[in-house]
């Protein structure tokens, strides 16, 4: 279907649009003013939908390292993704899918194809009309497909990057094509206060605007990122230095706790503010109650549970955002603070046995994520060795329960050399391997076994006791499985297979007997877990360990 036919059937729909970009720098928190606006209108009754324009080339995340641009976030259908479409989900409680995650590098990558196909009829192609339209078609696709009353995108980066304007200039265009008050421009700007002038500037959010009007851009309401309250003089200011009417500019606060954006923004009366814009007659407030018993919970006193997260890496939390996230909110259902421990795995692995003692000696729970190649490894088998014979919780997380498993395969099958083929090719006991659908895969991304797989769960095991179902699906990122020629051994030294993807016979949940809580699960549930409905699994882990 061309852009006409698709511009004709969005506008008949209901759907209305806000597209939120940044100003200043980056790491403003644009993901979380989209999540939060989309917490006020689906809390007012309206049905949200949201993606993330990325300006990078890369076609997706998955060959990305999690130090350079984060966690990436695996949907139900497979996708590998930024991990804002994680804040989208644990903030927003909906399942997002591929369409929600879109890069420059698909955009051309599409354009190019066509033009290998012939589709372009042998003209020359340019970035107007070409690039912009495949973008516009992306969005009246998803817009369709979706049928919400809202569509929340946001644009990464910041505005005046090079990569960024391809998606600038769709919008331009958008906002022409959509009747009026169709399109909301939300931009989100820095406004920092200078200690040692004692005030606050405005100047670089003007300045982020008019890069925007050379851009053909003038945004309808601005966010203003702020540690500090801001004035109305400041607001009238703004107002006439960029444009916008004075009450559609909000101050975007620095706060603790996530939930408080959402009530300082509404207590601004953005929700009104924005259906007043949109022409909706009747007005709806937003229900709050849920969002507001949590943050009770978060700010009140609780029992300290120590938790160590043992990671490869180490610097920055954004490569275990949904790991910390779902922690954070099994804490919050249990009304314990979680306290947590990052632990360098290669350090791990240069301590003696006494030390190994020391570093663990305070901790409630041991939770060992997921991760590729052998860097590390040594120090993680350490810790899952300590949590085994200390009978202390721990939850292993796709490369976690390998590790799991291989420490058990050393320590208790007594097979010495135990090991995964991904960390040494020529192990004599490759408790882990490679499946064969993926030994003679060569390209690295989107290859793995990726997504939402049915798990079914052994009657009367922990896991199943845990989650209260016979089945269920959890998403999954990786390449490794447990070799079954294992299986007997290792059941008949204790370990239960709790849970299996019975269509391949292949083991997603891996418990010890007699242990107090020693579970390890081959799928990501961190991926699963929302601030009002944390994981079953991470759930329960903190339930043990604050014991």
């Known amino acids: 279907m061309d852009n006409i036919k698709l511009l004709e059937k969005v506008k008949k729909q209901k759907t209305k649009f806000i597209i939120v970009t940044g100003g200043v720098c980056s790491s403003l928190g644009k993901g979380i003013l989209v999540s939060s606006l989309g917490v006020l209108l689906k809390n007012s009754g309206y049905t949200v939908s949201v993606a993330k324009w990325d300006p990078y080339l890369n076609v997706d995340p998955g060959t990305m390292s999690p130090l350079v641009h984060g966690e990436v976030f695996v949907t139900d259908d497979g996708a590998e993704t930024d991990l804002d479409l994680g804040h989208y989900e644990r903030i927003l409680d909906i399942r997002l899918n591929k369409d929600s995650s879109v890069s420059s590098g698909q955009i051309y990558q599409e354009v190019l194809n066509g033009e290998r196909e012939g589709k372009y009829l042998g003209k020359d192609i340019q970035v107007i009309p070409d690039v912009i339209n495949i973008i516009k078609n992306r969005l009246f696709n998803f817009a369709i497909n979706h049928n919400t009353d809202f569509v929340l995108i946001e644009i990464g980066g910041t505005v005046g990057d090079i990569e960024g304007g391809i998606f600038l200039e769709a919008v331009r265009q958008i906002k022409i094509d959509l009747d009026e008050h169709k399109l909301m421009h939300a931009h989100l700007s820095l406004v920092p206060y ?17 890069a925007l009007k050379h851009l053909g851009l003038i945004p309808d309401t601005l966010f203003l990122r702020t540690d500090y309250p801001t004035t109305d003089k ?31 923004l509404n207590n601004q009366d953005v929700n009104t503010r924005i259906q007043e814009f949109f022409n909706i007659k009747k007005i709806k407030q937003a229900n709050l109650k849920d969002w507001q018993n949590l943050l009770n919970i978060i700010k009140s006193e609780k029992k300290l549970v120590n938790i160590a997260l043992v990671a490869k890496y180490v610097g920055n939390n954004d490569p275990y955002i949904s790991i910390i996230k779902a922690l954070e909110s099994a804490g919050n259902y249990n009304k314990v603070k979680i306290n947590l421990e990052i632990l360098e795995a290669e350090k791990l692995e240069k301590l003696s046995e006494k030390e190994i003692k020391k570093v663990f000696s305070k901790i409630d729970g041991i939770v060992v994520p997921g991760g590729f190649d052998k860097r590390g490894i040594e120090g993680k088998i350490l810790a899952a060795k300590y949590a085994r014979e200390n009978n202390i919780p721990y939850l292993g997380l796709c490369l976690g329960m390998q590790i799991m498993l291989i420490e058990f395969a050393r320590n208790i099958l007594k097979l010495k050399d135990a090991s995964s083929t991904e960390f040494d090719k020529n192990t004599k006991n490759p408790v882990i391997c490679l499946i064969e659908e993926q030994k003679n895969i060569k390209n690295k991304g989107g290859t793995m076994r990726l997504g939402a797989y049915k798990c079914d769960l052994l009657l009367g095991s922990m896991a199943q006791k845990i989650y209260n179902k016979k089945d269920i699906l959890e998403r999954h990122r990786h390449r490794y499985e447990f070799n079954n020629k294992y299986k007997k051994e290792f059941e008949n030294k204790g370990i239960i297979f709790s849970g299996t993807y019975k269509k391949e016979n292949l083991v997603e949940i891996s418990e010890i007997k007699d242990h107090k809580f020693m579970i390890g699960s081959q799928f990501h549930p961190e991926f699963l877990s929302t601030f009002l409905h944390p994981h079953p699994l991470f759930r329960e882990f903190i339930k043990v360990a604050k014991e």
């Open 234 to 264: 400041i607001k009238e200011k703004l107002s006439i230095g960029c444009g916008v009417k004075k009450e559609l500019i909000f101050d975007a606060l620095t706060v603790k706790n996530i939930p408080e954006i959402f009530v300082n």
């Open 194 to 210: 200078l200690e040692w002038a004692h005030e606050i500037k405005t100047k670089p959010t003007q300045h982020s605007v008019i």
